[in-house]
């Protein structure tokens, strides 16, 4: 569970409701209609937009900024590493009995692929294909959010303009005028709220996880090539171990690169 997409989510909120009641205009944020404008005319207009399995699986993918990303990258060059060194002494075939112990299909492919006997640059350019093609998918997702977070703004424009139309027929009324202009503004208020609290966010940290998952299956990339060219593990060591941050490669530095 990733705690910080929850202090971001439930502490934006609080802040700006925080700020609203020591204003005094906390009570007037609360409005049924302009939720409904703005929040269900920006996501029906999605349906215009892009596929329906798409519109409708949006929140699972949206629900994943709560999930940690974590691709065990530490873990992975210890594998690829070891991985080496026992096809180095015992010969790529030995590597089999390896296979169904790993979850990972993208790395399980790869050894498959080098077991097999298949050449480097083949190897290559099918992973990299596979690592383009899950690379697109998540930046559909990703733009299908900053999409959501373009309309919802213009939505509460919308609803503005519609409350303001409102305001303006019953213009006699001059009682009426300052709540039904802060019903009117409501709107833009959630518009706002919407892409810059919410959906801006979330495509953000999406962005994020998906450079992350880049990164690791260009390192499983890297180690398998070099199972399959016969590198030394100590200079393979020393190539993946660049994929990592600063301090799980200074752990690592001393246990795979030795003299």
Not at 125 to 146: A, F, P
Request: negative net charge; contains cysteine.
């Amino acid at each position: 569970m990733d705690i910080a997409s929850f202090i971001g989510i439930f502490g934006g909120l609080g802040i700006v409701f925080f700020g609203a009641f020591v204003g005094g205009s906390l009570g007037g944020l609360i409005d049924v209609p302009s939720m409904f404008i703005t929040i269900g005319g920006s996501y029906m207009c999605l349906f215009l937009t892009y596929p329906l399995s798409y519109v409708i699986g949006i929140f699972k993918v949206m629900g994943k900024v709560f999930k940690v990303a974590d691709y065990k990258e530490k873990e992975m060059v210890q594998k690829l590493v070891a991985l080496s060194e026992k096809s180095r002494r015992t010969g790529l075939l030995a590597l089999e009995e390896e296979i169904q112990d790993f979850e990972d299909d993208f790395l399980r492919t790869g050894l498959r692929n080098v077991i097999d006997g298949i050449d480097g640059a083949a190897i290559r350019v099918s992973m990299e294909n596979e690592l383009t093609q899950m690379e697109e998918r998540h930046n559909k997702w990703i733009s299908l959010v900053n999409a959501w977070a373009t309309l919802a703004p213009g939505f509460g424009m919308l609803g503005t303009v519609i409350g303001l139309i409102g305001m303006l027929l019953n213009i006699e009324d001059k009682s009426s005028l300052g709540p039904n202009m802060a019903v009117a503004l409501v709107t833009t208020f959630y518009g706002s709220m919407m892409a810059n609290w919410l959906l801006i966010p979330i495509a953000s940290k999406l962005a994020y996880q998906n450079n992350l998952e880049v990164r690791s299956k260009e390192m499983i990339i890297e180690g398998i090539l070099g199972i399959q060219s016969g590198d030394h593990p100590r200079i393979l060591a020393q190539r993946l171990l660049t994929y990592l941050d600063p301090k799980d490669r200074k752990v690592l530095e001393s246990e795979l690169v030795k003299d």
